[in-house]
């Protein structure tokens, strides 16, 4: 199986953030490098973040040259400090930022690794944790957070119809779990059957990586700091993949917008298009918003 990511809605970003060469810009969310290739590609220099050290590590082999000409700089480091960083390279190099990427959620890579926890196909430890320096893995929670909020967890962050009786059947399992089969046999004896054609572990996993993560407020942290650090005329852009990561996207927009700091450029969210939806089904629940600096 092809495991490698493929960057979602990439020609709709590139045309949004409307590089000229020459252009500095920021892609937040850096994962397998496809977007930062784009950009490199248009004569962009890059700054990119990720706050997964496996990320990092494949990404400084492959643009050891980008990055030795100072045309890539490689940031480990969660996004929610995304101005403090810039700041400190602002220090020595010129960088007037013209435009901020931020795809969320996970890389394949990450999804498609047993070992990190993240997906209900394969075996493997309930950890989650995209950045490992985090001190809490999913299956704490699960050990940690009593039932009620456990419900509620399930169903502010994914809403998982079943939540009660998921975070029911999880406190009363006989031993701890601890591994993603374990968890997946847990919802499959209380749910018996697949949602909209779903796994019926999807949304519970959706959950528990966004809570394990802070998902919700990396994002809140970072929208701010990235009209921040943007040049006047400068754009963001955000690909969102599920509701709770779109809402805040495009609350921000909305109040950025009532106090004239941008202008929206589209009215609706962009979604991928057929020709993408075939060759990547994975993108089917993008939604991408862009804004302009006023
Ligand atoms: C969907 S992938 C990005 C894929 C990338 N655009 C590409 O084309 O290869 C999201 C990446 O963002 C990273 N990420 C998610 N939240 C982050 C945060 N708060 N700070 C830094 N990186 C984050 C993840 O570790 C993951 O590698």
Same mark, same amino acid.
């Given at each position: 199986m092809n495991t490698? &990511?493929?960057?979602?809605?990439?020609?709709?970003?590139?045309e949004i953030m409307a590089i000229k060469s020459g252009s500095v810009v920021i892609d937040a969310t850096f994962g397998s490098g496809g977007h930062t290739q784009a950009l490199l590609d248009q004569g962009a220099t890059v /700054?990119?973040?990720?706050?997964?050290?496996?990320?990092?590590?494949r990404g400084v082999v492959r643009f050891k040259a980008? /990055?030795?000409?100072? $045309? *890539?700089? *490689?940031? &480990? #480091?969660?996004? !929610? $400090?995304?101005?403090? #960083?810039?700041?400190?390279? $602002?220090?020595?190099?010129d960088l007037p930022i013209s435009a901020v990427l931020f795809d969320? %959620?996970?890389?394949?890579?990450? *999804?498609?690794?047993?070992? +990190? %926890?993240? !997906?209900?196909?394969?075996?493997?430890?309930?950890?989650?944790?995209m950045d490992? +320096?985090?001190?809490?893995?999913? $299956?704490? /929670?699960?050990?940690?957070?009593?039932e009620k909020q456990l419900e509620q967890l399930f169903r502010e962050f994914s809403g998982e119809v079943h939540a009660r009786a998921i975070a029911k059947a999880v406190k009363q399992s006989p031993t701890p779990i601890t591994t993603t089969a374990q968890l997946v046999d847990c919802i499959a004896k209380v749910t018996h059957r697949k949602a909209h054609g779903l796994h019926p572990a999807t949304k519970v996993f959706q959950a528990l990586r966004i809570a394990v993560n802070g998902e919700l407020s990396e994002i809140q942290l970072a929208l701010p700091q990235a009209l921040s650090v943007l040049e006047?005329? %400068? +754009?963001?852009?955000?690909?969102?993949? &599920?509701?709770?990561?779109? +809402?805040?996207v495009k609350q921000q927009f909305v109040q950025w917008e009532a106090n004239k700091k941008v202008k929206k450029l589209y009215k609706k969210p962009l979604q991928p298009n057929e020709t993408e939806l075939q060759k990547n089904p994975r993108a089917r629940s993008a939604k991408l918003r862009g804004v302009e600096k006023i």
């Amino acid at each position: 199986m092809n495991t490698a &990511h493929q960057s979602v809605m990439l020609t709709e970003t590139l045309e949004i953030m409307a590089i000229k060469s020459g252009s500095v810009v920021i892609d937040a969310t850096f994962g397998s490098g496809g977007h930062t290739q784009a950009l490199l590609d248009q004569g962009a220099t890059v /700054i990119a973040f990720d706050w997964d050290t496996e990320a990092i590590e494949r990404g400084v082999v492959r643009f050891k040259a980008a /990055i030795a000409e100072n $045309k *890539l700089f *490689l940031i &480990h #480091e969660s996004f !929610s $400090k995304l101005a403090e #960083e810039v700041a400190n390279l $602002k220090q020595t190099e010129d960088l007037p930022i013209s435009a901020v990427l931020f795809d969320f %959620g996970t890389s394949s890579e990450q *999804l498609m690794s047993a070992e +990190r %926890g993240f !997906s209900f196909m394969g075996d493997g430890p309930l950890d989650m944790r995209m950045d490992t +320096r985090l001190a809490v893995m999913a $299956k704490d /929670i699960l050990a940690l957070v009593p039932e009620k909020q456990l419900e509620q967890l399930f169903r502010e962050f994914s809403g998982e119809v079943h939540a009660r009786a998921i975070a029911k059947a999880v406190k009363q399992s006989p031993t701890p779990i601890t591994t993603t089969a374990q968890l997946v046999d847990c919802i499959a004896k209380v749910t018996h059957r697949k949602a909209h054609g779903l796994h019926p572990a999807t949304k519970v996993f959706q959950a528990l990586r966004i809570a394990v993560n802070g998902e919700l407020s990396e994002i809140q942290l970072a929208l701010p700091q990235a009209l921040s650090v943007l040049e006047q005329g %400068g +754009r963001i852009v955000c690909i969102a993949f &599920h509701e709770g990561e779109d +809402r805040i996207v495009k609350q921000q927009f909305v109040q950025w917008e009532a106090n004239k700091k941008v202008k929206k450029l589209y009215k609706k969210p962009l979604q991928p298009n057929e020709t993408e939806l075939q060759k990547n089904p994975r993108a089917r629940s993008a939604k991408l918003r862009g804004v302009e600096k006023i």
